[in-house]
Nanobody, 122 residues
Framework: VQLQASGGGLVQPGGSLRLSCEAS????????VGWFRQAAGKEREGVSC???????SYRDSVKGRFVVSRDVAKDTVYLQMNSLKPEDTAVYFC?????????????????WGKGTLVTVSS
């Protein structure tokens, strides 16, 4: 099983990016998918997740700015990030857990992909 997050880059404050998470060896549509990030010198933290039932959750600091969604046909999960702030700068990871309700406990996620770097700077 391999997961891959992509779509990171350098963006100015207030800008937008869309991250994508794709997998090989499993069907993302059947799994909870979480987005996590890790800034330099900080712990990895949950950002957003989407359950196999479509339920979504967000950490408080990104509510109203980030949107997680699925494209069932493409078996891809997206994280649309708007109104980006310098404090959003981090390596972003996607991870997959079994079917069910999503959450931000790293222990529930069995599969992790390599991250994609998001840098928000002027």
């Amino acid at each position: 099983v391999q997961l891959q997050a992509s779509g990171g880059g350098l963006v100015q404050p207030g800008g937008s990016l869309r991250l994508s998470c794709e997998a090989s060896g499993l069907t993302l549509d059947d799994h909870v998918v979480g987005w996590f990030r890790q800034a330099a010198g900080k712990e990895r933290e949950g950002v957003s997740c989407i359950g196999s039932n479509g339920f979504t959750s967000y950490r408080d600091s990104v509510k109203g700015r980030f949107v997680v969604s699925r494209d069932v046909a493409k078996d891809t999960v997206y994280l649309q990030m708007n109104s980006l702030k310098p404090e959003d700068t981090a390596v972003y990871f996607c991870a997959a857990a079994g079917p069910g309700v999503c959450g931000f406990s790293r222990a529930m996620y069995h599969y992790w992909g390599k991250g994609t770097l998001v840098t928000v700077s002027s």
